[in-house]
C-alpha cells in the first residue's frame, strides 16, 4: 500500500498525485528483509567484497528510503556522496576519495591517515556490519536538507550507543 497526497491543480478539476515520502514500514516481513538486505550489504563492504561501482548500483536498493529523493537532484546527490564517503573511509580508499578534489587543495595522505585513526578510535565499530548499516540508514535523512534539524537528538543517541567506552 502506497500513501498518496491529491493536490487540485489551480482552479481546474485537474489533481495532482504523488507518493507520499516518509510512511513508517509497519509488516515485520518487509521490516526483517530490509534489514536482512543491509546487514548483508554492509558485511559484503566490511569483507571488501564490494567494488565502488557495485555500491553505487546498490545502494539505492538496499536503502528505498533514497528514492524520496528522486526528484531533487541536488539531494541525491548530496546524500550519495555522503553514503560514498563513508564506503570510501570503510574500505580505506584514500585515491578514490580525492580523486574530485581540486589539485594542491585536495586532503593529504597525512590527514586520510589521521581520519582513518579518528575513525578507529572514536567509531571503532567500523567491522561491525549492524553498525555500518545503521550509520547508513542514518544518512539518508540526516543529509537531506528538507527534514527537520529535529533528529539531532536521535544522531547524538546513536553515536552514543556505538561509540567506544
Same mark, same amino acid.
Given at each position: 500500500?502506497?500513501?498518496?497526497?491529491?493536490? $487540485?491543480?489551480?482552479?481546474?478539476?485537474?489533481?495532482?498525485?504523488?507518493?507520499r515520502?516518509?510512511?513508517?514500514?509497519?509488516?515485520? %516481513?518487509?521490516?526483517?528483509?530490509?534489514?536482512?538486505?543491509?546487514?548483508?550489504?554492509?558485511?559484503?563492504?566490511? $569483507? !571488501? %567484497?564490494?567494488?565502488?561501482?557495485? =555500491?553505487?548500483?546498490?545502494?539505492?536498493?538496499i536503502?528505498? %528510503?533514497?528514492?524520496?529523493?528522486?526528484?531533487?537532484?541536488?539531494?541525491? $546527490?548530496?546524500v550519495? &556522496?555522503s553514503?560514498?564517503?563513508v564506503?570510501l573511509?570503510?574500505?580505506?580508499? #584514500?585515491?578514490? #576519495?580525492t580523486?574530485?578534489?581540486?589539485?594542491? &587543495?585536495?586532503?593529504? !595522505?597525512?590527514?586520510?591517515? $589521521?581520519?582513518?585513526?579518528?575513525?578507529?578510535?572514536?567509531?571503532?565499530?567500523?567491522?561491525?556490519?549492524? #553498525?555500518?548499516?545503521?550509520?547508513?540508514?542514518?544518512?539518508?535523512?540526516?543529509?537531506?536538507?528538507?527534514?527537520?534539524?529535529?533528529l539531532?537528538? #536521535?544522531?547524538?543517541n =546513536? =553515536?552514543?550507543?556505538?561509540?567506544?567506552k
Amino acid at each position: 500500500m502506497i500513501a498518496l497526497d491529491l493536490t $487540485q491543480v489551480g482552479d481546474s478539476s485537474r489533481v495532482m498525485i504523488t507518493p507520499r515520502p516518509w510512511v513508517p514500514v509497519r509488516d515485520p %516481513e518487509v521490516l526483517k528483509s530490509l534489514n536482512v538486505a543491509g546487514q548483508s550489504f554492509a558485511a559484503r563492504i566490511l $569483507q !571488501a %567484497e564490494i567494488s565502488e561501482a557495485v =555500491f553505487l548500483e546498490s545502494v539505492n536498493h538496499i536503502y528505498p %528510503e533514497l528514492g524520496y529523493f528522486s526528484n531533487c537532484i541536488p539531494e541525491i $546527490q548530496r546524500v550519495l &556522496t555522503s553514503l560514498l564517503s563513508v564506503f570510501l573511509l570503510i574500505v580505506d580508499d #584514500f585515491r578514490g #576519495f580525492t580523486r574530485a578534489q581540486p589539485s594542491g &587543495t585536495n586532503l593529504s !595522505a597525512y590527514n586520510w591517515n $589521521q581520519l582513518q585513526q579518528w575513525v578507529d578510535k572514536h567509531l571503532g565499530h567500523h567491522d561491525d556490519a549492524s #553498525f555500518l548499516d545503521a550509520l547508513f540508514v542514518l544518512i539518508v535523512p540526516t543529509c537531506s536538507k528538507n527534514i527537520p534539524n529535529n533528529l539531532a537528538y #536521535f544522531c547524538k543517541n =546513536f =553515536f552514543q550507543k556505538y561509540s567506544r567506552k
